[in-house]
Every structure is written in structure tokens, then in C-alpha cells.
């Protein structure tokens, strides 16, 4: 069974050909999606998706790029909404120091606050790390995220860090574009 663990069907460039693309999909052998909320409004279109296709699964987080818009509210919300089956992980979270939009210590505290909130809901996250592999690994680390595993996402360190990250952190790398 294929299953593409990363899609943004969330995303408003699918809504004109929505259908079009999952037919695709699926004629290719792709079984099940993982779509991933990362703000307010695609958060919430992946909860109309999960609802509405049997083979499209949820993880809704709060990106790290706008960690500076996420409230303590919208992290009570999305933990409320985890409670639901078909959300099957947290993400996605973690660093991104490519954009400046939200400082580093921001987003820091934000991908603290959802590795312990995944942990609450006994689910694995899904991780965006862009040139923050070292502070990403760190607190990973720190905050016991073996625990919980999931898949570090669009992986592009080091063979030496993927060991770690697979081996000791309990993770899957995906490699993505
Ligand atoms: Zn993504």
C-alpha cells in the first residue's frame, strides 16, 4: 500500500480540481493521504477533508514560519480537534530559520508546547526543520520526543544525523523535495 504521508489538499490552490488530483492518486496506487493543517483555515479544511473521504487521514499543527500568530487558544483548539479518529498526528511543527516572519525563540517555545501537547494526545508529530537542524535535534531531544516518534519531513542533514534521528529519536526521514 502506497500512502503519501505529506499532502496540502488543504490548500486553496485545490479548489478547482480537488477530485482530479485524488482520482489521480489513486488510479497511481496512492491508498490512503495524510493531509496537514498548519494555521487556522487549513486546520479546519483538513477536518471537512477527513470527514468527507474515507482514505484522507488528518495531522494539523501550527507552522513554525507563523508560530508568532499562534495563541494559546489555537493550541486548545487544535488539541480539542485531535480527539477526533481520523486525526492521526501533530504538524506540522518544529524550526524554520530560513524566513524571519516569527523570531527563534518564538518558535522555539511553540514546538515545545506541541511536542508536549502531541504527547498528551498519544500521537506522533510531523516536523518542518529549514537550515535549524542542530536547534531542532537539540530540542527534540530535551523534550523526550522518542516517545512519540513521527516523520521528519523534506529531511536534509546529515547520513549522521539521520542515524540519530531514526535510531535514537525514533523518527522516519522523508525525502522531500
Ligand atoms: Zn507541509
Redesign the pocket.
Same mark, same amino acid.
Given at each position: 500500500m502506497l500512502i503519501d504521508t !505529506?499532502v !496540502?489538499l488543504n490548500a486553496d490552490q485545490y479548489d478547482e480540481d480537488l477530485e482530479a488530483v485524488i482520482e489521480r492518486a489513486k488510479e497511481n496506487g496512492v491508498d490512503r493521504m495524510f493531509v496537514?493543517g498548519?494555521d487556522t483555515p487549513t486546520v479546519e479544511r483538513t477536518m471537512e477533508l477527513i470527514d468527507q473521504y474515507e482514505f484522507i487521514y488528518g495531522i494539523i499543527g501550527w507552522h513554525p514560519v507563523d508560530a508568532i500568530d499562534c495563541t494559546e487558544e489555537r493550541l486548545e483548539w487544535i488539541e480539542s480537534l485531535a480527539a477526533h479518529p481520523k486525526v492521526i498526528g501533530i504538524g506540522?511543527t518544529g524550526l524554520d530559520y530560513h524566513w524571519d516572519k516569527s523570531p527563534k525563540d518564538i518558535q522555539q517555545a511553540l514546538f515545545r508546547k506541541q511536542i508536549a501537547l502531541a504527547k498528551r494526545v498519544n500521537l506522533p508529530i510531523i516536523i !518542518?526543520n529549514r537550515e535549524a537542524t542542530q536547534d531542532c535535534i537539540d530540542i527534540l531531544k530535551e523534550e523526550h520526543a522518542e516517545d512519540i516518534g513521527g516523520i521528519m !519531513?523534506s529531511f536534509s542533514a546529515s547520513p549522521e544525523i539521520a542515524d540519530d534521528v531514526i535510531n535514537k529519536l525514533n523518527f522516519y526521514v522523508s525525502l522531500g523535495g
Open positions: !505529506h !496540502h496537514v498548519f506540522e !518542518h !519531513h
